[in-house]
């Protein structure tokens, strides 16, 4: 509804936009026959194009089958990686001449469990039939052209699957372990030293005690320029100008519903005379008067004390029938209650162990026969009788109602005819705490009557706290007028002046669709990407509840990261390497003793360390710490450690070297398993990552 306001509190300004979007578009069209970007294409694998037509074609099917489920961009980033992967290996397939010919095509159909399984394709003796499978796919050739084609798309998965299959399996046979790995392995694991140590954390220096300069963070970022590499990214900010009800609209709604209390006068039309309408306290009408009156239709369902709005439930639930409540805000909608009438025990907690059969609407656990299904009920019926405690356990081990049985068979707040007929009749007519045998179409029950709730039937007239017209449209201008001065003036300042709430928003990517605080904005991201926005540029956008006025504020290109967009992760990196240093100078040629006196911390110990997990108690992890005892003897003192979290002396106090092995080929086989589980993901993101790849996606979509 606001938005039709907004339509046509705006209308001529819109036609006189619209009449210039569809100009644009034609003008644009005589000069381009591509349209958008010009773009036929969506990217470029090593030298190979994906068409933006076949792409787009894919991104709509796929759309289809996820539904509300998943976003555009989402659907589209998973369409994309599926085709850089096939075409990456198809490459490596053309490349080793990897290929499935039609004569291997069975076999891979074969291979094909959702195939192979299915009784169509199948022989009396429930085996796979090449020839009930080809008469079929030739019977869709000459019948089924449609369904032909669904076919040759899966053939064609099929075959990619297998040649995959193939490809990774030659990588696999190439993967292994030698036993000199085996045997590296084995004493990273089992080598053991135990030792004393001394740690000067880096947290008691100062970080003013260093100085990193910005030409030393440009120096480490070239050092190590695979790790700050960058895409482009984008830096915004925002204030957002929420479309709610004002003051005026919640006391305009609270009024309108305290009219409809009591009886007015309206004029009759057709009599000529006035009429008295009764109103909500005494109409005797209330489905009518609620329909009327309301934005949500009546319900005539019976409710717990549970069920009603939790603030006012006790309010409600006690009052007397007849008794009026409200007007009562209950979140965003202003309501209006009545009692209409009250029900004892009309709602019930029961739990039930089910036994069925074969023929019943349920799935039984094993083949069994009515009668034996009648005989198991009674048996655990009678355990029931004779530890009701069991009930739960009892329904976990026997009940074949997936839905209740991992819960103790538990159902509650159950109404009046929710159940079967059977079912339903037993726990309304038997007191709480009965336990019976009840059979219905899904077989025997047995069901304990937990508790039973009194319940009450409320009318409500509901309206939505919706802002009116004069809201809208005063939101509209007070947007505008933001958006205007902050065009002509400072950002920040005249949101300052204003009192309004900065968002800032930093490293945008191109394919980002959703927006902190905004939720899904597509269109502020194509905005701050276009090549014909400047920083500092400011435009309004339309969200679902309102308004967003942005400003972009920065711009990062592709490449290596600058020093300052790096520096927060650099930083901590340097002042740790200084400070190590530091430390060093200040404590060299100090023994243990002196060097934990001298800096007031203790000498601690940690036991069996190892190479494979090391980790020392009180220090965290440090493998450089654990690795230079390693290369000590016991009794022999280190000098001073640059570890990962300060500075580190230490003594070895005992040191055990596991005993040698006649063979390591047990070790060397586990570290081949586990390079060979590696192997597929390493080698793609290798291919992946050698590939020269071209994205055009955050200008298509």
């Not at 409809?260 to 009759?268: A, D, E, K, M």
Request: glycine share 8%; proline share 3%; net charge negative.
């Amino acid at each position: 509804m606001a938005v039709l306001e907004k339509i046509r509190s705006r209308s001529v300004f819109l036609i006189i936009v619209i009449g210039l979007a569809l100009f644009a578009f034609v003008i644009s069209g005589v000069f381009s026959n591509n349209g958008g970007t010009g773009k036929t294409t969506v990217g470029e694998v090593n030298g190979e194009s994906i068409s933006r037509q076949d792409f787009a074609f894919k991104v709509e099917n796929m759309s289809r089958r996820y539904g509300a489920n998943a976003s555009t961009i989402q659907v589209v980033n998973q369409v994309w990686n599926q085709e850089v992967r096939d075409i990456v290996l198809e490459q490596q397939f053309d490349e080793l001449g990897i290929n499935i010919e039609k004569d291997q095509i069975l076999n891979v159909v074969r291979a094909n469990p959702g195939i192979a399984s299915n009784p169509n394709f199948q022989n009396e003796a429930g085996v796979f039939d090449e020839g009930k499978f080809i008469e079929f796919i030739a019977d869709l050739k000459a019948n089924n052209p449609m369904g032909y084609e669904q076919w040759k798309m899966q053939e064609d998965v099929l075959i990619n699957a297998s040649k995959e299959q193939s490809y990774f399996n030659l990588i696999k046979a190439g993967v292994g372990a030698t036993l000199k790995e085996g045997e590296l392995a084995y004493h990273l694991e089992n080598d053991k030293v135990d030792i004393k140590y001394v740690q000067i954390p880096y947290s008691t220096v100062a970080d003013s005690a260093v100085t990193v300069t910005t030409s030393e963070v440009e120096a480490y970022i070239k050092q190590h320029e695979k790790e700050f590499t960058q895409e482009s990214s984008r830096d915004i900010r925002y204030v957002f100008f929420e479309e709610k009800a004002s003051d005026a609209d919640i006391e305009e709604v609270k009024s309108s519903l305290s009219k409809l209390l009591s009886s007015s006068v309206v004029y009759n039309q057709t009599t000529k005379e006035n009429d008295t309408v009764a109103g909500f306290k005494t109409t005797t009408d209330i489905a009518d008067f609620v329909n009327r009156n309301s934005d949500v239709k009546y319900d005539t369902t019976f409710v717990t004390k549970a069920q009603l709005p939790i603030a006012f439930a006790d309010t409600l639930y006690n009052m007397s029938v007849g008794e009026v409540f409200g007007p009562y805000k209950d979140g965003n909608f202003y309501k209006l209650s009545r009692m209409v009438a009250k029900k004892e025990g009309g709602s019930v907690k029961a739990s039930h162990i089910l036994i069925s059969y074969e023929g019943t609407g349920a799935q039984p656990k094993e083949p069994r026969t009515k009668e034996e299904a009648k005989a198991l009920a009674e048996d655990v019926l009678s355990k029931v009788k004779a530890d009701p405690s069991a009930f739960a356990a009892l329904a976990l081990e026997f009940s074949e109602d997936p839905g209740s049985a991992t819960r103790g068979g538990t159902y509650d707040n159950i109404p009046e005819g929710q159940m079967v007929p059977e079912f339903n009749d037993y726990i309304f007519d038997n007191k709480t705490g009965s336990v019976g045998l009840v059979e219905t179409d899904f077989g025997f029950h047995i069901i304990k009557i937990e508790d039973k709730y009194d319940v009450v039937r409320v009318a409500t007239i509901v309206r939505g706290l919706e802002p009116s017209e004069k809201s809208i449209s005063d939101l509209f201008n007070e947007t505008t007028t933001f958006e205007m001065a902050s065009i002509d003036g400072d950002f920040g300042e005249t949101a300052k002046a204003g009192d309004y709430t900065i968002r800032p928003v930093n490293r945008l990517n191109g394919l980002d669709e959703n927006i902190p605080g905004l939720g899904n904005q597509r269109t502020i991201v194509q905005w701050a990407f276009n090549l014909d926005t400047k920083v500092g540029a400011v435009k309004r956008f339309s969200t679902t509840s309102g308004y967003a006025v942005v400003q972009l504020t920065g711009k990062r290109s592709e490449g290596l990261a600058t020093a300052q967009d790096a520096s927060a992760r650099v930083l901590p990196i340097l002042r740790k390497q200084k400070k190590a240093a530091l430390i060093m100078k200040n404590n060299s040629g100090k023994s243990m003793d002196e060097l934990a006196k001298s800096n007031d911390v203790s000498v601690k110990a940690a036991s069996e360390l190892t190479m494979k997990t090391p980790t020392v108690l009180g220090a965290g992890r440090e493998p450089k710490v654990v690795g230079v005892a390693m290369g000590l003897s016991e009794g022999e003192q280190s000098g001073l450690i640059e570890g990962e979290n300060g500075v580190f002396m230490l003594t070895v106090s005992k040191k055990a070297i596991a005993p040698s092995l006649e063979s390591y080929a047990t070790f060397a086989n586990t570290q081949k398993t586990l390079n060979r589980n590696r192997s597929n993901f390493a080698a793609y993101s290798a291919l992946e990552e050698m590939s020269e790849i071209e994205d055009y996606r955050a200008e298509l979509y």
